[in-house]
């Protein structure tokens, strides 16, 4: 007997710029290899993704313009376009558009490399405006409303108790484990710890407060780096996956915590050292993103979602969690 509970699966990119069109080749992907292991309709993905990249766009966009000419906004889109092509997986996109990024001057713009600063603004300047800042923590509320206003359109699609399956590239890995850490704080503290406006955008039910969070995926993961922010004790304590709570909502359901990482992203870090608590709660595992062109250079960072061996081990995982339901649902029947 197979479950009628739907899976809902949040998916979540890194630093980036505004690409609708990001997701399209990953759910495909997803959907593809669920079904085919799985047996069932690729209707019991429930899937929403978090675009985080449009509450930094402008920003971005306005510090480009102080320094450029107005005309410069043909140079600014063939870059965005550039980005988009790479992000379905055309590896060979890659070549021009890093001659386009090494173009050393732009009519109008005293500073050299325009293309550079260009990546800079949109790639390094995410990292950088994600940072908490209580004095003024508008970008860092900001991308977590977007997260909060996901798992709430989730929730409209699977059901207040569906299991939670988050899917986070680069910088999307440390914003999806802030969020779930912040929720499993919040709780723990028995009182607000969210701002304010975060959580007014955030929902009521057991998915939208992060208890059914079953399984953390991470690609290309940077969060290593982001060790250094806090003081040692705090690596041992992870954002806990699964949830707490789950076994209350799924008792027949298996968490985990899968890191994937290519070798030769520089980006990319294993977990597992950081920490005892993170060697106990995290499985690395290494991968190769990327065609021939490029998968024996540090430029495999963008190419996870489109890499079908990755995309194949997520939705084998997520056929596994939904045998897991269909059996418990199978033994209460």
Known sequence: MQTRQKLAVLIIHGIEVDDPGLFDTAVRL??????????????????????????????????????????????????????????????????PMMLRLMRPSLRGMDLRYPGLRWMLVHFVGDIIAYQANPADPDVYTGIHRKVAEALGRLREQAGDTAPLFVIAHSLGSVIASNYFYDLQAQRLAGRDIIEETVRAAQGGSPLERGETLSHFFTLGSPMALWSLRYPRAELDQPVQVPAPELARHHPGLVGRWLNFHDED????????????????????????????????????????????????????SLAGAWKQLSSSTAAAA
């Open 30 to 95: 997803l959907r593809k290899h669920f079904g085919e292991d799985a047996e069932a309709a690729t209707e019991a993905l429930a899937v929403e993704t978090v675009n985080w990249a449009s509450v930094l766009e402008g920003a971005e966009q306005d510090l480009l313009a102080r320094y450029a000419p107005a005309d410069a906004d043909a140079y600014w889109k063939s870059l965005h376009d550039s980005v988009r092509t790479v992000n379905q997986g055309h590896e060979s996109a890659l070549v």
């Open 265 to 316: 992203d520089i980006f990319a870090w294993p977990l597992q050292p950081l920490s005892e608590a993170y060697h106990a709660a995290v499985e690395d595992r290494a991968v190769r993103v990327a065609g021939p062109l490029f998968s024996w250079t540090p430029l495999v960072h963008p190419f996870y979602w489109s890499d079908d061996g990755v995309m194949r081990d997520i939705g084998t």
